[in-house]
């Protein structure tokens, strides 16, 4: 039997036509009534905004699902420093953006296009040595526990504490909750 690959056979997406099409969907009706639109979070301060995290660093948030405890962000260290050690309770994907950052506990460097997979139970200390520090796109899944240098556990953060960090910046700062963070 000749078997094909369906690598070499594909040929999508073959379009020029510079259009919106028409799709069969079978449905389409229950999806209106109960599919959840996608979301477009724009660079704009206004949009979402910097805001602080620690003395040395800011977070930008673009999504909070509460359906599945999921966040999604950019954090930015401005510098050279140390984001506390921490227990993971779900997965994680980042993307650097700028700068370079790596884990004391690991012995790779993630510079701009690094991708990085994190997953349930991993406890890590994350760090920055660039001078001009780090900017990580993350996409968190679950909880994560935050401890101090001895241990200890000090707090957990999770969807409901990104959003609290998000709306309570916002409030103080007169900048309008963005909707569109909220999936
Ligand atoms: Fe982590």
């Not at 509460?66 to 510098?79: D, E, P, V």
């Not at 309770?89 to 004391?104: N, Q």
């Not at 406890?123 to 935050?146: I, M, Y």
Request: hydrophobic share 40%; glycine share 10%; charged share 15%.
């Amino acid at each position: 039997m000749k078997t094909i690959s369906t690598i070499t056979k594909m040929t999508a997406p073959p379009s020029t036509a510079y259009k919106i099409v028409d799709v069969p969907e079978a449905y389409a009706d229950v999806i209106k009534l109960h599919g959840i639109p996608g979301t477009f979070v724009g660079s704009s301060e206004l949009e979402s905004p910097w805001v602080p995290f620690g003395p040395n660093a800011a977070i930008r948030h673009l999504h909070f699902d509460t359906r599945h405890n999921i966040f999604g962000n950019i954090l930015w260290m401005k510098s050279a420093g140390v984001i506390g050690t921490h227990k993971h309770r779900g997965t994680v994907v980042m993307i650097c953006l700028e700068g370079s950052a790596r884990y004391l506990e690991y012995d790779w460097v993630a510079g701009p296009g690094g991708f990085i997979y994190e997953t349930p139970g991993l406890v890590h200390t994350l760090v920055s040595d660039h001078p001009n520090g780090v900017k990580l796109f993350g996409w968190l899944q679950g909880p994560l526990e935050f401890y101090d240098d001895k241990g200890n556990f000090v707090e957990t953060v999770d969807v409901w504490w990104f959003i609290n960090h998000y709306e309570s910046y916002c409030r103080e700062h007169g900048i309008p909750i963005n909707k569109q963070l909220y999936l």
